[in-house]
């Protein structure tokens, strides 16, 4: 969904012939939608972005070969303001 809209997004922004970034900055300066829906992709695809990192390195450090360069155990830090009264 994320790399879709983005696609749509840069579609958009060819047909109103903004190709610089300049060109694309003074758009979405006139136009709060435009600015919002630029925002809205930017957010997804780093959310995208960050999952698949995250998943990445889940099943890297799970790898027979790189598995001696990980410690795959969760640290619990029970004097961090969150969790007093959260554990």
């Known amino acids: 969904m994320a790399w879709s ?9 060819v047909r109103m ?3 610089t970034s300049s060109a694309i900055e003074r758009a979405y300066r006139k136009d709060a939608k435009l600015l919002w829906r630029l925002v809205a ?3 997804k695809v780093n959310h995208y972005v960050r999952n698949v990192r995250g998943k990445l390195a889940h099943v890297v450090s799970w790898c027979e070969h ?5 410690k795959r155990w969760r640290a619990r830090i029970l004097n961090h303001p969150f969790c007093i009264g959260n554990v």
Do not use: I, N, S, V
């Open 66 to 70: 790189f598995r001696p360069y990980f």
């Open 5 to 13: 809209q983005m696609a749509a997004l840069l579609e958009d922004f």
């Open 41 to 43: 992709c930017f957010a």
């Open 17 to 19: 012939g903004l190709t």
